[in-house]
């Protein structure tokens, strides 16, 4: 098992930049390629960037490429996404998540995660 618990959303205005951190424990160490996800109100959950095992690879989605980026501490078990360019569209509730799946670059942005966290809420005002 692996619990993983996201901090650093907050309220930003746009244009702004905040860094989310994903913490993961339990069994944890690099055998996780990593997510993460959002959910704005009223609509669904949607990737937003995947990192493999070692953080050497990385992938985002269109919305969020050039402005966003995820990396990785496998010292500290924790992953993080650094966003810049703040619009408030990004405003969600932002979930990281944890895949032992060897195909991370598929299974990730098609949201087949074997843990996630609880997410962390970021406002981008206007």
């Known amino acids: 098992q692996v619990q993983l618990v996201e901090s650093g959303g907050r309220l930003v205005q746009a244009g702004g930049s905040l860094r989310l951190s994903c913490a993961a424990s339990?069994?944890?160490?690099?055998?996780?390629?990593m997510g993460w996800f959002r959910q704005a109100p009223g609509k669904e959950r949607e990737f937003v960037a995947a990192?493999?095992?070692?953080?050497?690879?990385?992938y985002y989605a269109d919305s969020v490429k050039g402005r966003f980026t995820i990396s990785r501490d496998n010292a500290k078990n924790t992953v993080y996404l650094q966003m810049n360019s703040l619009k408030p569209e990004d405003t969600a509730v932002y979930y990281c998540?944890?895949?032992?799946?060897?195909?991370?670059?598929?299974?990730?942005?098609?949201?087949?995660?074997?843990?996630w966290g609880k997410g962390t809420l970021v406002t981008v005002s206007s």
């Open positions: 998540a944890a895949t032992t799946k060897l195909d991370w670059r598929y299974a990730i942005p098609s949201g087949d995660m074997d843990y």
């Open positions: 339990g069994r944890t160490g690099s055998s996780y390629a």
């Open positions: 990192i493999n095992r070692s953080g050497a690879n990385t």
